[in-house]
């Protein structure tokens, strides 16, 4: 059977916050309005157990946050679709088509608000212990760590950032690192390596993480003694890099060499109508309010290009 | 009857309960979490603790949400 054509004002895809945040504002501007979310709605943040740095909560649950968003988009006439997966996307015309499993969608404008994908460690009882000791936000879930051991899994400036972070929580702090050297500017290397709780393994790859309910004992392999060691500790916290979610559209958009797509402060990509929004847009901070400050620029931008 | 073998606050699961009650079918759920039976159950099922898990039968089972599996699965 031949698929319905749909025609609205705009698609957003991606429904974290930078695009929950976009069809709030679309909403509000009587623009049709739909959000295609692949994964989860809310994105990476829906795992938070608690956020404290979204102004005008103390604290919230990263799902306690999403669902409020959430409504307040739908208050406003915004549709969102989890369970439509979206096929191909057609950006390069001023006809735009975004095809789904079940529909053919001819939006005027296109949000692109993927997010990013944390690189994830290849162990497959990773799964288990996510969240429960395995984790990927240090801003988010530091905190649990007060006094504990903990280790830091990357050799970068995000993995030492996240670990100079750390180290106000942790009583004792692993860097593990399967190069022979850290690839972090020498700077923001020495501001770690110098405080005393802190432990490089270099040339270290971590074989197994083991543990009850809970991580307890990292498998790891000193590749240069060639030896296979138990490390116990409390929580193993992954910053090995992320991977922006744009394999579908670097066909018809331009992106850096990390995959991001190019686009200013303005959300606008290199062809007309299509923005992009938050972490998935080339950037240098990615936290919550400038996902949600992306969001807004983004949803204003469509309607400024729709009115004309 | 379908049973959903789940956990409190877990995103998967709410996923997967949401897109039943889309399709209209009925389920029961199970909380692992409390249940030591329900626990049992669900490793006798898939051999592991990986929650949500959705059967029927208790023998062919979809883990975590997976549109196409779980759509064969109940025959939607």
């Given at each position: 059977m031949e698929k319905q054509h749909k025609y609205l004002d705009l698609i957003i895809i991606g429904g974290g916050v930078t695009g929950l945040t976009a069809a709030l504002y679309a909403g509000r501007m009587k623009l049709s309005t739909l959000v295609l979310e692949a994964?989860?709605?809310?994105?990476?943040?829906?795992?938070?157990?608690?956020?404290?740095?979204?102004?005008?909560?103390a604290s919230i649950k990263g799902s306690a946050l999403v669902e409020k968003i959430q409504q307040q988009a739908e208050f406003f006439g915004a549709a969102i679709d989890e369970f439509d997966n979206i096929l191909k996307v057609k950006l390069?015309?001023?006809k735009k088509i975004v095809e789904t499993e079940s529909f053919i969608y001819e939006p005027k404008s296109v949000i692109i608000a993927t997010g990013m994908t944390r690189r994830k460690l290849?162990?497959?009882?990773?799964n288990l212990f996510l969240s429960k000791g395995i984790h990927y936000c240090e801003l988010c879930?530091?905190?649990?760590?007060?006094?504990k051991i903990i280790a830091v899994v990357g050799g970068g400036n995000a993995a030492l950032d996240a670990a100079k972070f750390l180290t106000k929580y942790a009583k004792k702090l692993y860097i593990i690192h399967?190069?022979?050297?850290?690839?972090?500017d020498v700077l923001t290397q020495e501001n770690v390596i110098k405080n005393p709780i802190v432990e490089v393994l270099l040339n270290?790859?971590?074989?197994k993480a083991e543990g009850?309910?809970?991580?307890?004992?990292l498998q790891l392999y000193d590749k240069k003694e060639e030896k296979e060691y138990a490390l116990p500790l409390d929580g193993l916290f992954v910053d090995i890099g992320v991977v922006p979610n744009t394999a579908m559209f670097a066909q018809d958009l331009l992106c850096d060499s990390a995959g991001n797509i190019i686009a200013g402060e303005d959300c606008?990509?290199?062809?007309?109508?299509v923005f992009a929004a938050g972490?998935?847009?080339?950037?240098v901070i990615r936290q919550l309010t400038t996902a949600a400050a992306d969001g807004t620029v983004a949803a204003l931008m469509a309607e400024k290009y729709i009115g004309n | 009857m379908v049973k959903v073998y789940s956990i409190p606050n877990c995103p998967w699961c709410e996923k997967v309960k949401k897109y039943l009650k889309l399709k209209n079918v009925a389920y029961e759920e199970f909380n692992v979490e409390d249940s030591d039976e329900a626990r049992d159950e669900l490793y006798k099922i898939?051999?592991?603790?990986?929650?949500p898990v959705t059967t029927i039968d208790g023998k062919n089972y979809v883990v975590s949400f997976d549109k196409a599996k779980l759509d064969a699965l109940l025959g939607l």
């Open positions: 994964d989860l709605v809310g994105g990476q943040i829906v795992n938070a157990h608690e956020i404290e740095n979204y102004p005008g909560f390069t015309d001023e290849a162990l497959p009882e990773e879930d530091g905190h649990m760590y007060q006094d399967r190069s022979s050297a850290l690839t972090a270290t790859e971590i074989r009850k309910n809970v991580l307890e004992t606008k990509t290199n062809e007309a109508g972490d998935v847009r080339t950037k | 898939s051999g592991d603790q990986i929650v």
